[in-house]
């Protein structure tokens, strides 16, 4: 028999394993509550462990935001355009690089989405002899 394969197609039934039955008498019994406030206490008087532990699972960790930024593009403009208008407010400080930089990558992202509209449009002509 190969590794990992058993002749049991239904396997071991979940919920049969240690950690599920210490799950299931933790809920069943109110132990997670009083764990819980154990926790809490602890962190109350003083415990930066308890404390640290209470805050990464109640409050989410602050991630960097930049501020919104105006940035005049003609729509009309070629992507090429777009992305040197976008160097240019670099370069007059508008704007700043790593937002720039994003900004351009975002603009990459439509030329694939625009490549892919092309690519579409090419096959469906080919297929259905719609060369029009």
Do not use: W
């Not at 599920?20 to 406030?37: C, D, F, H, S, Y």
């Not at 109350?44 to 640290?52: F, K, N, T, W």
């Not at 930089?101 to 892919?116: D, N, P, T």
């Amino acid at each position: 028999m190969p590794k990992g394969h058993t002749n049991n197609r239904l396997g071991r039934p979940p919920g049969l394993g240690v950690v599920a039955k210490l799950r299931r008498e933790m809920l069943g019994e109110g132990k997670v509550t009083q764990l819980v406030n154990k926790v809490y206490e602890l962190a109350i008087a003083g415990d930066m462990l308890a404390a640290r532990l209470l805050l990464d699972r109640v409050l989410p960790s602050l991630r960097a935001q930049a501020a919104p930024v105006h940035v005049e593009l003609d729509a009309s403009a070629t992507l090429t355009a777009k992305a040197t208008a976008l160097l240019h407010a670099v370069a007059n400080g508008e704007v700043a690089s790593d937002i720039a930089a994003e900004m351009i990558r975002s603009l990459g992202g439509i030329c694939a989405i625009e490549q892919g509209d092309e690519l579409r449009k090419r096959l469906d002509a080919l297929e259905f002899g719609d060369l029009a």
